[in-house]
């Protein structure tokens, strides 16, 4: 059994900050600080309402994602959870649905 991270919420930088996390080479993708070939999980992510501010609420749409993570540095995650807050009209940013993985 691994862990469940709660992340809170995030925004397209946290996103882009995975994968600064992890240098892709010979056809993989590693983590910078020990070297251990990343494993990816989903983080479940709820679509909430930037016009509720700090309040998480919204629509309930949740979407899945990649969620690049090191078994060495991070230990076993199961998955993560999260939110991102949009605005009404707003489209949820393409995320990186292909991210780093193994
Ligand atoms: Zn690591």
Redesign the pocket.
């Known amino acids: 059994m691994g862990k469940v991270l709660a992340l809170g919420q995030i925004t397209q930088e946290t996103i882009n900050g995975w994968a600064e996390?992890f240098e892709r080479r010979d056809g993989g993708y590693?983590?910078?600080?020990?070297?251990?070939r990343?494993l990816r999980t989903n983080c479940h992510v709820s679509i909430h309402l930037k016009e509720f501010g700090p309040l998480c609420a919204g629509p309930g749409k949740v979407i899945k994602i990649n969620y690049p993570y090191?078994?060495?540095?991070?230990g076993k995650i199961d998955y993560a959870q999260a939110c991102f807050h949009v605005g009404i009209g707003e489209m949820v940013p393409a995320m990186i649905k292909g991210g780093p993985g193994p």
Not at 30 to 36: A, I, L
Not at 70 to 74: A, I, L, R, S
């Open positions: 996390k590693y983590c910078r600080k020990c070297g251990s990343t090191c078994p060495n540095c991070d």
